[in-house]
């Protein structure tokens, strides 16, 4: 069994940054495509970045490219999303989301394992 464990959210203002953190806790092997999505009140969960463990590529959405990064330590079995120049649409449950597989897809459906999320609130 997989289990994600997200940290790092909260309240920050407008142009700050954020490091969020999914540790994963697994009993055999470890997921190897990493992603993060999030959602805020009533809008549908949307994909923000992906990581693949095998070969480091990554994959962002327009809407965070250039201001989030995301990066894992195969070591710590962590990976992160440090979030950069923080806009009041960033808000929402960050979730983190894994799954065995060739390429980091985009649509939450193909993802087997899931975090409870973490809350980013940025102020205006």
């Known amino acids: 069994q997989v289990q994600l464990v997200e940290s790092g959210g909260g309240l920050v203002q407008a142009g700050g940054s954020l490091r969020l953190s999914c540790a994963v806790f697994e009993h055999s092997y470890s997921p190897n495509i990493m992603a993060w999505f999030r959602q805020a009140p009533g809008k549908e969960r949307e994909f923000v970045a992906g990581i693949s463990r095998t070969d480091a590529s990554t994959r962002y959405a327009d809407s965070v490219n250039g201001r989030f990064s995301i990066s894992t330590d195969n070591a710590k079995n962590t990976t992160y999303l440090q979030m950069n120049s923080l806009k009041p649409e960033d808000t929402a449950v960050y979730l983190c989301?894994?799954?065995?597989?060739?390429?980091?897809?985009?649509?939450?459906?193909?993802?087997?394992?899931w975090g409870q999320g973490t809350q980013v609130t940025v102020s205006s």
């Open positions: 989301a894994a799954k065995f597989g060739l390429t980091v897809t985009t649509i939450p459906k193909p993802y087997d394992y």
